[in-house]
Structures are given as structure tokens and as C-alpha cells.
């Protein structure tokens, strides 16, 4: 019998998804014999325990929400030690912790990374009730020059072990590969609340950054977006705009390579809409689910199939 522990912060939304989460499970062996053991916990008894040592890598599983408070450490050590584990957290469309939102739900990854061909009747819904579009794709000639870099927060470039200031730095090696007249274009657009973290992922402050500008205006003038894992990346890609990011954004398999914009400061390549783009969307919106949706078993049925 394969066994699951959802693990909790304690924080109300967390505990109150990640219970969904776990009756779901049950939900779904209710209904189709399944035989998942599962199992809700405090993230404590994690730091105090670690994962049970009856469970085993390939066969046990275990989930979370986010990577604050210790949540990182778990998914760290799953990811380390051959686990699967189920990982929660905002919507790619529609997102919100308040309930009336979506999630997301990813199986060893924090966001969909493949693409796998699926029905477009969810993307397609939010298209109608929720006001998403996918924009026609923008040739170099009708996008902006502005090339926006969207740094990971100090959280995620703790638990990716990235440098804190990877926004900087992609900025500047930018600069060293392109003519001094083009790097006006270049601008790094922090979010405007990050969680700074210690050695072990437990929240120290909220680092403020001051905005300059709006993003829908920055995005209207974009050439193109970098990010590592900001969901500017998926806004960008809806608005027919190029992205270059990290390995495990949502977006990676309509990424371009940075080393053309190394080579040239308007990449002929650009102009080259992903085939792609239409899949992903449809890939994306069958990867979230209202909070109803996680607590009847259908997000855990929906799961088992995605990565069957």
C-alpha cells in the first residue's frame, strides 16, 4: 500500500488546502478502491523526524504548499533522496489562496515542465469567464525594445541555490555581449514584496522594492522577457512576447535561448511564433483546480493521469 503524508504550516490557507488535498486522496479511494495510506501532519513533526523511515523513495510520496517555514527543506530532501512529492501553490490563471481561486499542483517540480497534448476545454473556460487571451505573436517589428529581467526572490534562489542577485548579474552579462547604445533597453523589474529567508527557508522579512512603472506598461513595450520562474513569463508568452527562463518555469518549453541575444540585439529568431503556445495553455489549465476540485479526489484523479 503506497502511503502520502501532507505536510502543514499551520497557516490557515495552507491548512486549509492541504486538508483538501489529503481528503481528496481518500475521496478518490472511496470511489475507485485505490489504496493510498494518507496521512495530514504538521511540518514540525518533518523538522523534528524527518520523512518516516518506513516510507520508501519510489513508492512513498509526500506534499506541501510552498517553501516557506520548512516546506522547502522536505521538498529538498524528497528531490534528494528519490521521493515523489506533490507540490501546491498559486495558479498559473485565475490564481488566489482566498478559496475562490485555483492552484496549481505539480508532481516533482514546482510548475509544469513538459507539455503533453490535452483537451482545451479548461484553457478555453478561462478564456471565457475569467478574461484570458492569447494574443496573436508579435513580430520584432511590432514589439517594443525593452528587455525585462524578472529576478527569482531570495526564497527561490535560496532553495534553487541561485545567486541572490541573479537579476544583476544576468543584466550585466547581457552588457558585456551587446553594444553600449543598447543597453538603455535593459531593466530589472523585482516583485514588489519578496520573502528574504534564512539557511533554512524560514521567512525573515518582506523586501520591499519600489516600482518603476507599471508592468502592463513594461510589457507593453517589451522586446522580450527573462525570468527564472515569474509568472511574467506566462503573461508575457499569453501577450505573444518571446521569454528566455529558467529550466523549471512553466514556460521553459516555449523558451528561447539567451545566447541569442548575446549574438544580436534583435534576434531575427524572435520573430518565430512556438509551436507550441496553444498546447502549453491547454497543458496548464488541466495542471490547476478550484479548491471543490481538490477536496472531491478529482485533482488527485486528474494528477494520477497527467503523470501516468
Known sequence: MPKIIVYDTGRRMTTKFTLAFARGIVEHNNRTGGSWEVKHRSIDNYLQDGIPRDYCAGHDAVATLGILRGTGLLLKEAQQRGFDYYYMDHAYFNPGYSGKGWMRVTKNDHACTSIRETSGDRWNGFHKNHGYALSPWRTNGERGGLILICPPTPAICWYYDLDQDWGERIAEHLKNKMPASEHHRIKVRHKPKEPVVDSEGNLIELREFAQQGDLKEDLANAHCVIA??????????????????????????????????????????????????????????????????????????????NYS
Not at 518571446?242 to 524572435?270: K, M
Not at 495553455?281 to 478529482?298: F, R, S, T, Y
Open 228 to 305: 527564472w520562474n515569474s509568472m511574467v513569463a506566462l503573461e508575457a508568452t499569453l501577450a505573444g512576447i518571446p521569454v528566455i527562463t529558467g529550466p523549471h518555469s512553466a514556460c521553459v518549453r516555449v523558451s528561447f535561448d539567451i545566447s541569442l541575444l548575446e549574438n544580436h540585439p534583435v534576434p531575427e529568431e524572435f520573430n518565430t511564433e512556438p509551436s507550441n503556445r496553444n498546447a502549453m495553455l491547454h497543458w496548464l489549465a488541466n495542471n490547476q483546480w478550484k479548491m471543490k476540485e481538490i477536496e472531491d479526489g478529482k485533482a488527485w484523479r486528474m494528477l494520477q493521469e
